[in-house]
């Protein structure tokens, strides 16, 4: 096994010297010629029942070896057998629960607020036939049935940056399945296998393929059950586009050093924000003590948040360098409201009470140099200040604000 990096770089690459090319070949054919049929239905059979390879791919729904190639490399980042990518990280999170809690006829969730909007409102809308009750991660154990298929947890989490102890959950979890959403740290910060989760899922959209320009999901496991998650692909036709697998793998090669230089901007910006008189209450690891961080989590993270004394929406308007748009990890900055956007849909109530205040304004962290990013959010932020403001000051404990 290599260092991170060097496993970065040349991961599921190695069928390229055989074939003499240095790049991976984007493959599109939608069907493979079987002259054989024989041995082409066995192969379809052979897919069909959640096999990672066959004599053929047969059809592109079945099998893509340029996708192959991304899910060999994700892998090896995350330290497990073999990883399942999707067409996007939505399409991800539903073959996970249709895999743990559908075709298992367990059809509960337990799941840890906050966490992505679009998968809390997946679960709470029942859509997939599942019922979901929401616990803080030191109730999970109380909230788990004889019907519970799957317990759902982010850290760090969408957008308020709580920390949750992986380990802990799982071990309250028994022997129920737990899936982590990596999105925010990658395995570059964090490999919740290695901590017990089952179920490693990735919205590929955002750091690992880092530049904006792909929608892609993977789930990260071990073989047995990845072949549950090969079916429901199969079936339900969640693939991932060739020309996006091949996206996401190049994506891999420079995520260590995306990550690292986008964190190290991240602290420093986290660092002024907290000492600003226009931001109120700064969310980033880095401010805070978690004994969690340098153990379960190499780093902090390039996602911040803070909430804004004027209306967040006067702040973004004044921005001129950093990008007014959901979603995260690429290599310009990003800047987003969570209550109007991202988190719109989950009742109000419920997500002021799982930490998200209203005047919360979240920021992805990019590549450009870190005094750009600061110019600009500092004269966003800069206004008059009334002498009767009270500064709050950051804490450690991430208690709901
Ligand atoms: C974006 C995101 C998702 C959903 O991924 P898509 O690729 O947009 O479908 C899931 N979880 C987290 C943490 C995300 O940021």
Redo the contacts with the bound molecule.
């Keep these: 096994m290599t260092r991170l990096r060097t496993t970065a770089v040349h991961g599921g690459r190695d069928d390229l010297a055989d074939l003499g090319v240095h790049a991976p070949p984007i493959d599109l054919s939608t069907t493979y010629p079987v002259p054989d049929q024989v041995a082409g239905g066995q192969a379809l059979q052979d897919l069909a029942e959640g096999a990672a390879h066959a004599a053929s791919p047969v059809y592109s729904r079945l099998h893509n070896p340029t996708v192959a190639r991304f899910e060999e490399a994700l892998a090896a980042l995350e330290h497990t057998e073999t990883s399942v990518a999707f067409g ?3 399409a991800a ?1 539903t073959a996970v629960v249709q895999a743990a809690c559908v075709m298992r006829g367990l059809p509960h969730v337990v799941a840890v607020r906050p966490i ?1 909007g ?2 809390d409102h997946l679960l709470s809308s029942g859509l997939l036939g599942v019922r979901t009750t929401y616990a803080r991660a030191d109730r999970v154990a109380d909230a788990i049935t004889p019907e519970t298929g799957l317990v759902v947890l ?1 850290t760090p989490a ?1 957008p308020n940056l709580d920390l949750v102890d992986i380990a802990a959950v799982v071990s309250q979890a028994g022997g129920v399945p737990v899936m982590v ?1 990596n ?2 740290a990658t395995p570059v910060l964090q490999n919740p296998a290695l901590l017990g989760a089952t179920y490693v899922l990735h ?1 590929a ?2 750091y690992l393929g880092g530049h904006g320009d792909v ?3 993977v789930v990260a496991c071990e073989e047995d059950v990845a072949r549950a998650l090969r079916q429901v692909r199969i079936i339900t036709g969640a693939v991932l586009h060739p020309l996006g697998g091949y996206l996401l793998h190049r994506g891999l090669a420079t995520l260590p050093l995306r990550v690292e230089a986008a964190q190290a901007s991240a602290v420093e910006l986290a660092r002024r924000l907290d000492a600003h008189p226009g931001v109120g209450l700064v969310r980033h690891p880095s401010l805070t003590t978690s004994p969690l961080l340098g153990t379960q989590m190499r780093g902090t993270g390039a996602v911040l948040a803070f909430t804004t004394r004027e209306a967040p929406a006067v702040v973004v308007r004044r921005l001129t360098l950093v990008t007014p748009a959901v ?2 990890g690429s290599v310009d900055t990003l800047i987003e409201h969570p209550a109007a956007l991202t988190h719109r849909l989950v009742d109000s109530r419920d997500r002021v009470a799982s930490g998200v205040p209203e005047n919360l304004l979240r920021v992805s962290v990019g590549l450009e140099d870190v005094e750009d990013i600061w110019d600009d959010l500092d004269q966003a932020l800069s206004s008059e200040c009334e002498g009767d403001y009270i500064k709050p000051s950051s804490s450690d404990s991430y208690a709901a604000v």
Aim: no cysteine.
């Design positions: 996007s990280g939505m999170v992505y679009g998968t982010e969408n959403d999105t925010f919205s959209t955002k929608l892609g999901g979603s995260l």
